[in-house]
Structures are given as structure tokens and as C-alpha cells.
């Protein structure tokens, strides 16, 4: 990842690093390995994971649907 300073402003740059880092889910990642994750654990929140997806993925058409009929 790459970010350049433009007019010695370092304060705007750590800003656009720090919003590409979120983006990309850096920080998450880093949390997360901070401690081991046994595999039974990883399944886990891996599964809660793509149930948490799911769901959201099906208010956001349900908020869709319900602005088409209007």
C-alpha cells in the first residue's frame, strides 16, 4: 500500500493511509492475529461471518423492494 505526501502535509497523508487501511480491513486483520485462533474457533467466526453477510445482504434488497412499491 502506497500513499504519497503531497506539499509536506503528513497529517492529510496518515489520514488517507489510515482510510485506505479500514477499507481494506488492515486493522481487523491486525487484531485478530494478535492472539492464536484455534481452527474450531476460525470456523466459528468465519460461519458467524457469512450469516452476518447474509442477513445484511437481505435487509438491504427487503429496503429495496419496499422503495420500488412506493
Known amino acids: 500500500m502506497e500513499v504519497s505526501v503531497r506539499d509536506n502535509n503528513v497529517d492529510q497523508a496518515l489520514k488517507v493511509?489510515?482510510?485506505k487501511m479500514q477499507r481494506e480491513g488492515t486493522f481487523r486483520e491486525m487484531k485478530r492475529r494478535r492472539h492464536y485462533e484455534k481452527p474450531s474457533e476460525?470456523?466459528?467466526?468465519?460461519?458467524?461471518?457469512?450469516?452476518?453477510?447474509t442477513?445484511?445482504?437481505a435487509r438491504k434488497q427487503a429496503q429495496r423492494e419496499l422503495e420500488g412499491k412506493s
Open 17 to 19: 493511509l489510515k482510510k
Open 42 to 53: 476460525m470456523r466459528q467466526r468465519k460461519k458467524a461471518e457469512a450469516i452476518r453477510r
Open 55 to 57: 442477513r445484511k445482504l
